[in-house]
């Protein structure tokens, strides 16, 4: 009765449905690992915008690494911003998801190391070649406020690191990178570059430009409120456990068509006229 089964049609579609279903199934867990991923985050996040401002280089290093649970603790530096060796980085959408830059500004501590700075968004200019007009920082020393961020790296971001661009333009706030860029162009201090780097909260820009970074209790999207993974992970399981149940349907519906056709086969032999 089954011996349709071993036919090539089926075999293909069995062994189809047989690779589906660990495949799907797998695809469900990568689904709950990026909730669990994105739950995670949320709660780092939540922990550092709440807990008050500490000194920046109690965080960070030269040459170090900004820690995972670290990310987005609010930090102070005692400085003044070095606006010659300003940079832009390109790509970069604000609040209304218009392309333009974020002005990458060295920040010189008063113990002479380097803190870069992510003073905000700035429109793109008509030449993509040319340098964006941005407002200057308050000059002077003063103390700084920012979020303290992680390295930005291809692999996190997605973000292809782009060579030969123009003059003071990057892909990415990578501050090993950027101190490499900063010492060939000369810059005080540039081989103590602390790791990581802030978006400035305070001061805020007069006039409102370069427009700040959203804090991730402005922006849904970083902090998960739409968070589709585990909906995803469960339609993954679902889909997993209907290939079975669809190949039994087929296996059903075949075994009904092949009883209908034997059936039908001894009707039309006796209505056939016999021979003469």
């Not at 401002?53 to 530096?77: F, K, M, N």
């Not at 540039?190 to 305070?202: D, I, N, R």
Request: contains cysteine; proline residues 8%; glycine residues 8%.
């Amino acid at each position: 009765m089954y011996r349709f089964l071993l036919t090539r049609q089926w075999v293909i579609l069995t062994l189809f449905a047989i690779a589906l279903i660990p495949t799907m199934a797998w695809l469900g867990f990568w689904q709950l690992h990026r909730h669990d991923h994105r739950q995670a985050l949320n709660q780092v996040i939540e922990a550092s915008l709440a807990a008050p401002p500490v000194p920046v280089e109690s965080l960070t290093s030269v040459g170090g690494e900004v820690a995972h649970d670290d990310i987005y603790r609010r930090v102070t530096a005692e400085g003044r911003f070095d606006t010659a060796h300003e940079l832009v980085v390109r790509r970069r959408t604000n609040a209304d998801d218009r392309i333009g830059y974020h002005v990458l500004t060295p920040f010189v501590t008063n113990d002479g190391k380097v803190l870069l700075v992510n003073r905000g968004w700035v429109p793109s200019p008509t030449s993509q070649s040319a340098f964006p007009k941005i407002p200057a920082p308050p000059s002077g020393d003063l103390t700084i406020t920012g979020r303290l961020m992680q390295d930005q790296t291809t692999a996190a971001s997605g973000i292809k690191n782009v060579k030969g661009l123009p003059d003071r333009q990057i892909m990415l706030i990578n501050s090993e990178q950027v101190g490499a860029l900063l010492r060939d162009r000369g810059a005080p201090s540039a081989s103590a570059v602390l790791g990581g780097y802030v978006e400035l909260t305070a001061p805020v820009p007069g006039g409102g430009s370069p427009e700040p970074v959203p804090s991730p209790k402005e922006d849904t999207s970083w902090i998960g409120v739409d968070d589709i993974n585990l909906p995803y992970a469960i339609q993954w399981w679902l889909f997993a456990a209907c290939v079975p149940v669809g190949w039994l349907i087929l296996v059903r519906r075949e075994l009904r068509d092949r009883a209908g056709r034997a059936q039908e086969e001894p009707a039309r032999e006796e209505s056939a006229p016999a021979a003469v």
